[in-house]
Every structure is written in structure tokens, then in C-alpha cells.
């Protein structure tokens, strides 16, 4: 059972645009939900994270919306640039337990 | 910076062999996982480790995955028989959990193992 669901798969956007991507959880329980990077051949980086008692978190061209009455949140990349093209993993978890992955994200960045 | 170490990056191996990938996590980091990350897919937990213990180790294939940390520090896991379905990135990351909850999880550049 998938614990963490993610959307699109895959997105390309234009140089300066807005790149979204969505993610939705079930447990309630889950206290901590990251946004991880990947380059390949790397492994995921910490990209920014938001805890349940907040709507929202900016940092630089990054923002998480969290919904937690909808279970949902969000990863936007305002003026996305060449170099943010990865794969962006939405991640949950609950205090001391193990995080549960999304399927990933392939966000392409068009110059 | 403080990293998480992880040998080999890569291992080439045939079917029915044994493989083993190590762990060195961030130092005074008490939890440790042990995740596989199948192409084009996220990471899925094999092992998760707090000091010397398993805390869950539910979803490792206990016929052929064993996954030890000793002495609550760097961690190895070990593959017998490989079967060419093991092919996929095993990532090692460690986490530091605070009063706060959750802490960030640290990930290594991962062993990319290939079984032919």
C-alpha cells in the first residue's frame, strides 16, 4: 500500500516558470513531511520541510503548502532554473519511525 | 560537512553470489536505514536501525537480506544468494531524532549494484 502518493511523474517546465508538484498521505499520524532532490547516480538530498503546524514554508525559490484537513501538500519552484532538472521526492513520517517515499518526480527544465 | 559514507558505489556481481555494501553514518546519528531504490522509483525501507537495534525490519527478505550494525555505528548489509531482481541502489541514511520529533534524514551517494 502506497503510504505517500505523487503526482505528476514526470513535468517539464520553461526556464522561469512555475513548476508544481502534489503529493497526498492517508496516516495522520505522520509529524514530518520533506521534499528530497536527486541527481543521477546521487543519493536524495534535503531540499525543505514542513511539520503540521504550519501552512506553509519559504525558503529561496522553494515553498511547501500543506492542506491538513485535505491530507495534502505541495512543492512549488518559482523561477525554475535549468539546473533544479532532478527528480523531487515528497517523503512522510511519524516521530522515530521509518519515512515513506513517493514515486518521484522527473522535472525537466527547458532554457 | 558531515556525511554519511557508503562502499562500494558500485558491485557487479553474478547471480548466486554474495555481495555486502557498508555503512558509516553521520557521527552521533542513533538511527540508521538501510533503503532500496529500484530505477525510476522511491526509496523503500529494507532495515531501520536505532543504536544497535532493529526497529523494523518488516519489509527485508529475511531468506536472503541480513543487516547488522554491531556496535550502534556503521552498519553493513549483506546479499545471499543475489538474484538478478536485486539489481537497484541500496542508499544508506541516518537521522538524528530530537525532542522535536523527526529529524532530517541524511542519505549517502548510495552502492549501485548490478546482478547479471
Known amino acids: 500500500q502506497q503510504q505517500v502518493k505523487q503526482s505528476p511523474q514526470s513535468l517539464i517546465v520553461q526556464k522561469g516558470g512555475i513548476s508544481i508538484i502534489n503529493c497526498a498521505y492517508e496516516?495522520?499520524?505522520?509529524?514530518?513531511f520533506p521534499w528530497y532532490q536527486q541527481f543521477p547516480g546521487k543519493g536524495p538530498a534535503l531540499l525543505i520541510a514542513?511539520?503540521?503546524?504550519?501552512s506553509e514554508k519559504k525558503e529561496g525559490r522553494f515553498t511547501i503548502s500543506f492542506n491538513k484537513s485535505a491530507k495534502q501538500f505541495s512543492l512549488h519552484i518559482m523561477d525554475s532554473q535549468p539546473g533544479d532538472s532532478a527528480t523531487y521526492f515528497c517523503?512522510?513520517?511519524?516521530?522515530?519511525?521509518?519515512?515513506?517515499f513517493g514515486t518521484g518526480t522527473s522535472l525537466t527544465v527547458i532554457p | 560537512e558531515a556525511e554519511v559514507a557508503q562502499s562500494p558505489r558500485y558491485k557487479i556481481t553474478e547471480k548466486s553470489q554474495a555481495v555486502a555494501f557498508w555503512c558509516d553514518p553521520i557521527?552521533?546519528?542513533?538511527?540508521l536505514y538501510w533503503y532500496r531504490q529500484i530505477l525510476g522509483q522511491g526509496p523503500e525501507l529494507l532495515v531501520q536501525?536505532?543504536?544497535?537495534?532493529?526497529?523494523?525490519d518488516s519489509q527485508l527478505p529475511k531468506d536472503r537480506f541480513s543487516a547488522e550494525r554491531l556496535k550502534g555505528v556503521d552498519s553493513t548489509l549483506k546479499i545471499q544468494p543475489a538474484e538478478l531482481g536485486d539489481s537497484a541502489m541500496y542508499l544508506c541514511?541516518?537521522?538524528?531524532?530530537?525532542?522535536?520529533?523527526?529529524?532530517?534524514?541524511?542519505f549517502g551517494e548510495g552502492s549501485r549494484l548490478t546482478v547479471l
Open positions: 541514511a541516518s537521522s538524528l531524532v530530537t525532542g522535536r520529533g523527526t529529524g532530517e534524514l541524511f
Open positions: 557521527s552521533g546519528h542513533a538511527t
Open positions: 514542513i511539520r503540521p503546524d504550519v
Open positions: 517523503a512522510a513520517s511519524h516521530t522515530g519511525n521509518q519515512f515513506y
Open positions: 536501525f536505532q543504536d544497535e537495534s532493529v526497529v523494523d
Open positions: 496516516n495522520t499520524a505522520f509529524d514530518y
